[in-house]
């Protein structure tokens, strides 16, 4: 497993950062059927918690990365388990918010460019496109992997060297 984290190539648009009060911290976690309907219901709320925690200008970006990494969890992850399931965790530090799936594989994801005509293989463009920065960690169940994503959420917000 590698824990070094990847940069990404975006900056947050300075029209969407938000001069209002401070993010207020929280964090999240919770465990879904590795199933693809799933992940709508949990994105939807992602997003409800980001907003509830003054986080609505991230609210699009981080629920677009997020949901790549569930399902890429989903497809890659436990594609050879039957019954698998994976672990969803969100938190925020009133600095960096962060999103971490757990599945049950050791299989790396990858960052790849797909062809024009394929319909999938731009997850993890889409997840660097978007994070500050990500990357891959054993966990501490020492089961599979967990990926993760981290962007700032003070008015600041820019790319962060890995």
Same mark, same amino acid.
């Given at each position: 497993?590698?824990?070094?984290?990847?940069?990404?190539?975006?900056?947050?648009?300075?029209?969407?950062?938000?001069?209002?009060?401070?993010?207020?911290?929280?964090?999240?976690?919770?465990?879904?059927?590795?199933?693809?309907?799933?992940?709508?219901?949990?994105?939807?709320?992602?997003?409800?918690?980001?907003?509830?925690?003054?986080?609505?200008?991230?609210?699009? @970006?981080?629920?677009?990365?997020?949901? @790549?990494?569930?399902?890429?969890?989903?497809?890659?992850?436990?594609?050879?388990?039957?019954?698998?399931?994976?672990?969803?965790?969100?938190?925020?530090?009133?600095?960096?918010?962060?999103?971490?799936?757990?599945?049950?594989?050791? @299989?790396?994801?990858?960052?790849?460019?797909?062809?024009?005509?394929?319909?999938?293989?731009?997850?993890?463009?889409?997840?660097?496109?978007?994070?500050?920065?990500?990357?891959?960690?054993?966990?501490?169940?020492?089961?599979?992997?967990?990926?993760?994503?981290?962007?700032?959420?003070?008015?600041?917000?820019?790319? @962060?060297?890995?």
């Amino acid at each position: 497993m590698t824990d070094s984290p990847h940069p990404s190539s975006a900056e947050m648009p300075a029209d969407l950062v938000s001069e209002g009060p401070a993010p207020r911290p929280f964090a999240f976690a919770t465990a879904l059927a590795a199933n693809r309907e799933a992940i709508g219901p949990l994105r939807h709320d992602l997003v409800d918690m980001l907003r509830k925690s003054g986080l609505g200008h991230l609210s699009d @970006e981080f629920a677009l990365g997020a949901q @790549e990494l569930m399902a890429n969890a989903v497809v890659h992850g436990c594609r050879r388990v039957h019954d698998g399931t994976i672990t969803v965790s969100m938190s925020c530090d009133g600095q960096r918010i962060r999103l971490k799936v757990q599945d049950p594989s050791d @299989e790396q994801p990858r960052v790849r460019a797909a062809a024009e005509d394929e319909m999938s293989g731009r997850g993890m463009l889409i997840v660097q496109a978007f994070a500050d920065r990500w990357g891959v960690e054993a966990p501490s169940d020492g089961v599979g992997k967990s990926v993760w994503m981290e962007m700032s959420c003070t008015p600041a917000s820019g790319q @962060e060297a890995a």
